[in-house]
């Protein structure tokens, strides 16, 4: 059975099983993150099956980013694949369960699980990367509004005059977390993609600022000095 046919039997499977609000978090979403998984997974002797199966249901458990249990969320998500696996997919190879449940548990940047396998280093990765770029910039506006979160401080909104809090500031959350990410990529494929991308962010913080400041035409020089990375290629 090809890897096509076992990607549509999960879409399938999740449209009709998978029901939340998070738009962030959808079907597209999944895609998304298998995509980018394929393309890093290139030239390397990770397992597809393994890899294709952990992106389709990484988010099957998936608490809200203010949930007290949210750092649970991948761990609980392990558990659910296989159970559906086991029980909807009876013919799952039942030797790779082991290798998708680590791929789940280990995806989530708040579960703070270090990926053990190659397979599990892609899916994190892939679904790393779903937090920057033009995606990721969507995405975290998108989430902000659903949990009723400020855009960011007019008066400060890079923080540097006041502590950081991405609870109180969306923009805050790209200094917290999202900037940081290039460095937590476990493959190489995975770092180069993230630095690109993060500087994607690192351009629009520059646009903001300039707008805050009167200036509608250009970017604001100073948060491109302190915010973007040495870019390599891609």
Not at 49 to 63: E, G, P, R, S, W
Not at 76 to 85: C, D, H, W
Not at 132 to 146: E, S
Request: aromatic share 8%.
């Amino acid at each position: 059975m090809s890897l096509t046919h076992w990607q549509q039997r999960y879409e399938n499977w999740l449209q009709q099983n998978w029901l939340h609000d998070d738009k962030a978090h959808d079907i597209a979403h999944l895609r998304r993150v298998w995509m980018s998984a394929n393309r890093i997974m290139q030239d390397t002797p990770a397992d597809p099956m393994v890899v294709l199966t952990a992106c389709y249901f990484h988010d099957v458990v998936n608490l809200p980013k203010n949930h007290p249990e949210r750092h649970l969320a991948s761990t609980y998500a392990a558990e659910e694949t296989r159970r559906i696996l086991q029980q909807d997919f009876p013919d799952f190879p039942f030797e790779r369960l082991d290798s998708v449940a680590h791929a789940v548990q280990a995806h989530s940047f708040s579960a703070r699980i270090m990926p053990h396998t190659l397979e599990a280093k892609i899916v994190q990765d892939a679904d790393r990367l779903e937090s920057l770029g033009a995606i990721g910039l969507a995405r975290v506006f998108y989430t902000a509004g659903a949990l009723g979160r400020p855009l960011f401080d007019s008066e400060d909104p890079l923080g540097k005059a006041r502590e950081l809090d991405d609870v109180k500031w969306t923009l805050d959350h790209f200094q917290k977390k999202l900037l940081r990410l290039p460095e937590t990529m476990q493959t190489e494929t995975g770092r180069l993609l993230a630095a690109h991308n993060a500087d994607f962010l690192v351009q629009y913080m520059a646009k903001l600022c300039a707008e805050l400041q009167g200036n509608l035409t250009e970017l604001d020089a100073s948060v491109l000095n302190d915010f973007s990375p040495l870019q390599a290629e891609y």
